[in-house]
């Protein structure tokens, strides 16, 4: 049920209960079952969307307090209960999706509500099944494990014990000795590690090879694409992306890194060079956290009226939790609270660049969450992963303008190294995005295999990489760092999908503003109406797919570039 806004801290915390969701849930479904007529079943299906806005405000409620103070015992167990109705929550999304999909008068409900909802419907039933049951259980506890492992790592530096987020910072410290020996512990942790993660993947994917089985899927690849609601694209379209990644923008990425490797005066650089992007050392902002946002207030009003509504809007309610504390989850996301139509931002500012990013990557996410809000079909309100990602990666871009203020004498700085550093992500996709395709093409392949063909992967599109002092790194096992390949398979691409429609947004802004603006806020409003290629084709961008679009979205990119000093930074 729609609720008046709120301040966050005045948020009721209602825990959902397996017996009373069921009760609610089977009489909604045998009415459901009951109706004859469409216009019956638009009123029932009305009662369902409302009571899983509910749940929904309430489990986003839990997650939140919950990862706000982990050390809560109140919270915790909230999660704990959350986390255990997840399969329940499943099945009746599932059973009700199927009563419409067979529904004799699904094709007035098609012109209602739009026959893409079905289409997403019949794709999400495809993935499953209740056979698959124990394998699903089987795969979240291995992403655990996985997650365990990472999370707890625990390394010793220099009289230090650091998590591996930590030893980050020393990994592009100015020093470079002290870039060394940080690269040196991370590779000696991962040699202590390898073993035991090689055995979770290799369970994993052999239990998503199983569960493809049984749902009658040819690979698990054709599974792994549906999984992520893609209706409108398949391996072989990515791969011609991936094509023009190899061609277009790796030779453009080993211009900037000898750029770099000149300023920064290294003759032999290792892997480990390439995080210092300026001799002086990285960009930092120019005050503290309350400094910071009150800069974005001053952005997103001056951006235009919505986003001026929308920040007023995010503050007036307290609707951010920004700065690291102890007993805080760590990362930074998004969520929504749809019954009371808000979005929330959590993140750890640690007086870093990546705090100005939370305000411009994740608030161009709320942003759009809170221009979608009012969207009936609740499923619409956001589209699939990747262009979720325009959003935020957008916003990055429209904050240009306003580095001077975050950043101070670091803009330029911060500039050059947002735009370069966003280039150059898009080989370390492709090479992740094609290893995850080459071993699911292989899934009896041994670890030594895989780290072979990623190794090879590797070189085709960042050749520069090289791991003389870490023999671990050196085999080609740097995927077991990142998380998405265990957690998420095949999700990894969709930032680099993002990121090329990003940067029209980007060479738009910087010729017209006024157009660039108004193009992006009917973007953010059409949310997850259409699938990926439908909504770029609907808002005139540039696919990436299509042979040729990369090229003609990095050529002007590389001529901005250009247009800086960085000798002199
Ligand atoms: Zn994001």
Redo the contacts with the bound molecule.
């Keep these: 049920m729609k609720k008046q806004p709120i301040k966050f801290s005045e948020y009721p915390l209602i825990v959902p209960n397996a017996k009373r969701l069921s009760k609610k849930m089977d009489k909604l479904i045998s009415d459901l079952k009951a109706c004859q007529t469409a216009n019956e079943a638009f009123k029932v299906i009305n009662k369902i969307n409302s009571y899983f806005e509910d749940l929904e405000t309430e489990t986003s409620v839990i997650y939140v307090l919950y990862t706000c103070d982990t050390t809560n015992e109140q919270y915790k167990k909230a999660q704990e209960t959350v986390d255990e109705l997840s399969p329940l929550f499943g099945k009746y999304s599932t059973d009700v999706q199927k009563i419409l999909v067979n529904a004799s008068y699904r094709p007035e409900l098609e012109k209602k509500y739009g026959s893409y909802l079905f289409q997403k419907y019949e794709a999400g039933l495809k993935t499953f099944d209740e056979k698959i049951m124990p394998d699903l259980v089987k795969e979240n506890k291995l992403v655990s494990e996985y997650d365990m492992i990472l999370g707890g790592a625990q390394l010793e530096f220099r009289g230090e014990t650091l998590n591996l987020s930590q030893l980050g910072k020393y990994m592009q410290d100015k020093d470079r000795e002290t870039r060394k020996a940080a690269a040196k512990a991370m590779d000696k942790w991962l040699s202590e590690n390898e073993e035991k993660i090689a055995q979770i993947y290799d369970e994993l994917v052999h239990v998503r090879v199983e569960i493809a089985k049984k749902l009658g899927f040819k690979s698990f690849t054709d599974l792994a694409y549906l999984r992520l609601g893609r209706v409108d694209y398949n391996a072989d379209m990515v791969k011609c992306y991936r094509e023009q990644i190899a061609k277009e923008v790796v030779p453009v990425c080993q211009k900037l890194y000898k750029i770099q490797m000149k300023n920064l005066g290294i003759r032999k650089p290792q892997y480990y060079d390439y995080n210092l992007m300026f001799a002086s050392g990285n960009p930092m902002p120019a005050g503290n956290k309350d400094y910071l946002v009150e800069q974005a207030h001053k952005m997103y009003s001056d951006l235009g009226p919505e986003s001026k509504e929308f920040f007023d809007f995010m503050t007036k309610y307290e609707l951010m939790d920004l700065e690291a504390r102890k007993g805080k989850a760590p990362g930074g996301y998004q969520t929504t609270f749809p019954a009371y139509q808000s979005p929330f931002i959590f993140s750890n500012f640690n007086g870093t660049q990546g705090d100005v990013n939370v305000l411009c990557?994740e608030g161009g996410?709320a942003f759009q969450a809170y221009l979608s809000r009012n969207i009936k079909v609740s499923e619409y309100r956001q589209p699939t992963l990747e262009s979720?990602?325009i959003h935020?990666m957008s916003m990055e871009f429209f904050a240009w303008p306003y580095m001077d203020g975050f950043f101070g004498k670091d803009a330029e700085k911060y500039k050059y190294a947002h735009l370069a550093d966003s280039i150059e992500f898009l080989p370390y996709g492709a090479t992740i995005d094609e290893f995850q395709h080459w071993v699911y093409a292989h899934p009896d392949a041994s670890h030594a295999e895989r780290c072979a063909a990623f190794k090879e992967i590797e070189n085709k599109y960042t050749p520069h990489k090289k791991y003389d002092d870490c023999p671990t790194l050196a085999k080609g096992t740097i995927w077991m760092r990142q998380s998405h390949v265990f957690a998420v398979p095949f999700y990894y691409i969709d930032y680099t999908l993002a990121q090329v429609v990003a940067f029209q947004f980007a060479i738009e802004n910087m010729k017209n503003h006024e157009k660039a603006w108004k193009k992006y806020i009917k973007l953010c409003k059409s949310g997850g109406k259409y699938p990926f290629q439908e909504l770029l084709a609907k808002n005139h961008l540039r696919c990436p797919f299509q042979d040729g679009n990369v090229r003609k979205v990095i050529k002007p990119l590389e001529r901005v570039l250009k247009g800086f000093d960085t000798s002199r930074m």
């Design positions: 990557h996410h979720c990602e935020s």
